[in-house]
């Protein structure tokens, strides 16, 4: 039984304003009603697995819980990383972890934020791959290129490996586009996806030989970790020692072990706007449109919009991005530079760059509708069976308006409920909780006034989620 190690650790910037620090593009429903990181869980239907390893960062561990939840998943573990180190220290950590836990079959290593157009096909690779990694070898995927691509890595296959793929005979790094060409033409050489698939125990052997300090480090994270709700968190300490390094240049560009199954099945990274608008559906013009758009002798237009109506006429080749706080305007050809923009949104402090104009919080999530000096207004959704944790603020009262849905209110000693059309307050310094008993969301209308209203101006007496 081969073990799934989804890799969610990444900050994906290149989809920005989409995609932020706080809700990276792994966790976003790009192309339909079902996140990026979902569709990679439900691709592997009819595979024979064990239950998933997901790795991603502290930050983001109640946004993958979340998700998992509604993905029906069950008995994942929940890795967390304080940093991300790279992709050889996450395999470390997924093989040390497996191989304790006796599971000796294949660990099949995948990216959470890719796309793939035949998963059938995808599923007939990696049945090839786990076939190889019974014989010790150490498989990636080469994606059978369309185009003389520049910002992908690439591999050469060298001699076959009895009809299931072939010896990886070298790594290219992103080549000129004269050399991408030379590539294309050849018939060779091959995408590098940052797929794989290798039993532990292998994984672990590689490691011990080609990278040992990533291997020690990540050991004694793993042996002194500590379980926290549903999450596992190595040594914080032990896994920040670890060198930074990605498992091809650590292991696969070292070893002779090295084996790659071509794929063959529409594979994208997703790596930027003009990829995501090579997956979507087109309109007859070419425009790939979501959201309320009207495209007027518009053409090869990618137009996203999420909180009002867009309206485009005359233009073509375009990226047009909107959320409740940020538009962005872009030639579809130029969004690979996108980071350069991002980098310097981030120097001037924009907050932007973080926080999403939804933000999420284990308990449901919140948008601020209205904010001004002395008031902010908030919608607040609370999950069914969710509680906020018991606070006080020092500056600000709340007035709490119900609009669906029953609350379960504390105010210091006194527990009562609020129906729809209801609402209470809640005095500045006084002990509250929020809780929400029903079966269905609770959705309320928070009212906020005072001399300040960060959200470091509360005081957590106690919470179910662990937070500070």
Known sequence: MMTPVILAG?????????????????FLSLEEDRSLLARTLSRLEGLPLAPPIVICQEAHRFLAAEQLRRAGVQGATLLLEPEGRGTAPAIALAALLAHGEGREGPLLV???????????????????????????????????????????????????????????????????????????????????????????????????????????????????????????????????????????????????????????????????????????????????????????????????????????????DLVVVETRDAVLVADRASSQALRGLVDRLEAGGRPETRQTPTVFRPWGHYETVDAGERHQVKHITVKPGARLSRQLHHHRAEHWIVVSGTARVTLDDETFLVGENESTFIPVGRVHCLENPGLIPLELIEVQSGSYLGEDDIVRLDDRYGRE
């Open 10 to 26: 990444g900050n994906g910037v290149r989809l920005w304003p989409l995609s932020r620090r706080a809700r990276p593009k792994q």
């Open 110 to 316: 995948l990216p959470s934020d890719h796309h793939l157009g035949d998963e059938g096909a995808f599923r007939e690779a990696v049945a090839s791959a786990a076939r190889l990694a019974d014989r010790g070898r150490l498989v990636t995927f080469g994606v059978v290129p369309t185009r003389a691509e520049t910002g992908f890595g690439y591999l050469q296959a060298g001699d076959p490996l009895g009809g299931e793929g072939f010896v990886v005979a070298r790594f290219v790094e992103k080549p000129a586009i004269e050399r991408a060409e030379a590539f294309l033409a050849a018939g060779d050489h091959y995408w590098n996806s940052g797929i794989f698939v290798m039993r532990p125990a292998d994984a672990l052997a590689a490691l011990a030989t080609h990278a040992p300090m990533i291997l020690a480090a990540c050991r004694e994270a793993l042996a002194g970790a500590a379980t926290d709700l549903d999450f596992l968190r190595p040594v914080e300490a032990a896994f920040l020692a670890c060198p930074a390094d990605s498992i091809d240049v650590a292991v696969m560009e070292r070893t002779d072990r090295a084996a790659m199954v071509p794929l063959d099945a529409g594979w994208s990274d997703i790596g930027s706007w003009q990829a995501l608008w090579e997956v979507l559906p087109h309109d007859a013009d070419g425009n790939a449109l979501q959201g309320d758009v009207v495209c007027e002798a518009s053409r090869g237009l990618l137009v996203h919009a999420e909180s009002r109506l867009v309206a485009t006429l005359g233009v073509a």
